[in-house]
């Protein structure tokens, strides 16, 4: 059975960087696309990127956090990272990885991704 499981989270200070981690159990991430989203409390999932399986590589990035996130992966640990520089306040909330259903990264629509991990919060201090 596959499973996305992301770490990386905590409490940082504004202006602060985290990474994030996104390790596949049952899956082997770099055959597939894989995104990162945000939810806030009251809101739905927002996508922040997504990086497109190994057979293309393309990265996809949301206007949400623009140049202040990277995406990569480590196809060796089976893992996708998220990088984030400059965290503010109101970057605080749950990150998700989660999976496409296609093996290029289309849009960020919750519907089109079809694994999700349990997340990992991320709190940004003023």
């Known amino acids: 059975q596959a499973h996305l499981v992301e770490s990386g989270g905590g409490l940082v200070q504004t202006g602060g960087s985290l990474r994030l981690s996104c390790v596949g159990s049952?899956?082997?991430?770099?055959?597939?696309?894989i995104g990162w989203f945000r939810q806030v409390p009251g809101q739905g999932r927002e996508g922040i990127g997504c990086l497109s399986s190994s057979s293309d590589g393309s990265l996809k990035y949301s206007v949400l956090m623009g140049s202040r996130v990277a995406i990569s992966r480590d196809t060796a640990r089976n893992t996708v990272y998220l990088e984030m520089n400059n965290l503010k306040p109101e970057d605080t909330g749950v990150y998700f990885c989660?999976?496409?259903?296609?093996?290029?990264?289309?849009?960020?629509?919750?519907?089109?991704?079809?694994?999700w991990g349990q997340g990992t919060q991320v709190t940004v201090s003023s």
């Open positions: 049952g899956i082997t991430l770099n055959l597939h696309s």
């Open positions: 989660a999976r496409d259903v296609g093996p290029l990264c289309r849009s960020f629509r919750s519907s089109e991704y079809d694994l």
